[in-house]
């Protein structure tokens, strides 16, 4: 390439890059004052960075912004690409019923390059348990935050405090990947899971900490392609796929990579259910790897006869085909003497287990395994009765 023609691009491209629009929140109104309602000027915020056809950054600077319920919709957007960098706090209000009845707090759709980078989301949840748990007649409650049909996205350094329901939910996405993103609240917080992803492909959830009342992770149908790897997660319910076959008609969830997570008191570690009900639906290609165990209740736990409150399900036989699940290399200590649990169906059973260099002890001694239905191969397997 000619020296003059690449000085050309070189200058075109340093005007592109010094082109790039940032929108600070306070120029719109936002009170940094965790009192003022910051909700409009955010709304104005979108509508301006929307229209630009430049490279678009959306500041929220240092301090509390009250927000309620905000949809960021891109579908109209003349970029689809969006850098939200958030050194603050954004905070819901106090009152539960105010977004109680949203799904969303803060939801994105219909973008493609969005990036979400660090700040504090806090729900402000504590109040709704409450509600929940006193057995009124309450709310849902809102998930924190959410990303639908988006593509190429990146969520990394945000902390979610204290959400109404789940923290984070990836639905129907592509391409996502999340890092550094840090799940804080009480261990008997109803529902709150903490990165819920369901009929999205290739995301990745890395170098993350999860402290939940309900699964750290959880998998829902349609998943493909995806990779967890160095999170730790306590207290919750652990990394969960599923619960699957809900519904008779249900997408697969297929390969899922768990690696190098850490579970410390959790109710589960690893674990894959599914409802006592017809459904052509399947979990394949599944790899759990170098997992730790500290006094974990359910180390490893495949559940088939999943049936809440007996409700829609007695009596019934999963209709979920299991196949081809690795457990490799996980050790440590359980809560309980089972440590090993695969309750397959009696209708489909699973077949593929490998289990390898698992070594999981209860009270000093080798932890027991139960398995009904279920095949595949063991190796390097301490324990003290046969299972597949």
Not at 244 to 269: H, I
């Amino acid at each position: 390439m000619p020296s003059s023609l690449l000085t050309i691009l070189l200058f075109l491209l340093l005007i592109s890059l010094s082109s790039a629009q940032t929108y600070n929140i306070l120029s719109y109104g936002a009170k940094p004052d965790g009192k003022t309602d910051s909700t409009k000027a955010l709304t104005a915020v979108w509508t301006k960075a929307c229209a630009s056809v430049k490279p678009v950054t959306i500041l929220v600077p240092k301090g509390r912004f009250l927000l309620r319920s905000i949809v960021f919709d891109g579908s109209e957007c003349k970029r689809k690409s969006v850098t939200v960098r958030i050194q603050g706090t954004l905070v819901a209000p106090s009152d539960y019923r105010v977004i109680g009845k949203e799904s969303y707090w803060i939801f994105f759709q219909h973008l493609d390059g969005l990036s979400v980078y660090g700040g504090v989301l806090d729900a402000q949840g504590s109040s709704l348990w409450s509600c929940k748990k006193s057995g009124k007649n309450c709310p849902n409650g809102a998930t924190s935050i959410g990303f639908e049909s988006s593509s190429n996205v990146v969520i990394s350094g945000l902390t979610s405090l204290n959400s109404q329901m789940f923290h984070v939910v990836i639905n129907g996405c592509r391409n996502v990947n999340i890092q550094g993103v840090k799940v804080s609240a009480d261990g008997n917080s109803p529902n709150t899971d903490g990165i819920h992803v369901q009929s999205s492909s290739t995301v990745s959830i890395l170098n993350s900490k999860i402290s939940t009342g309900d699964d750290c992770v959880s998998v829902g149908p349609g998943t493909n392609g995806l990779w967890i790897e160095n999170v730790a997660c306590g207290p919750g319910h652990g990394i969960s796929i599923g619960s699957l076959g809900k519904e008779s008609v249900e997408a697969g969830v297929q390969n899922v990579t768990v690696k190098t997570a850490t579970f410390t008191g959790t109710q589960n570690g690893v674990r894959i259910k599914s409802w006592a009900r017809a459904s052509n639906g399947f979990a394949k290609n599944i790899r759990f790897q170098h997992c730790v165990m500290n006094n974990v209740q359910n180390p490893i736990i495949i559940d088939q006869n999943y049936c809440p409150g007996n409700q829609n399900c007695p009596n019934q036989v999963s209709g979920i085909k299991i196949s081809d699940v690795m457990f490799f290399d996980i050790h440590g200590t359980s809560a309980t003497e089972v440590g090993v649990k695969f309750d397959c169906s009696s209708k489909k059973p699973c077949t593929g287990i490998q289990i390898q260099d698992v070594k999981l002890m209860y009270r000093n001694k080798p932890a027991v395994v139960d398995c009904i239905h279920a095949g595949g191969t063991e190796a390097g397997f301490q324990r003290p009765n046969n299972c597949l």
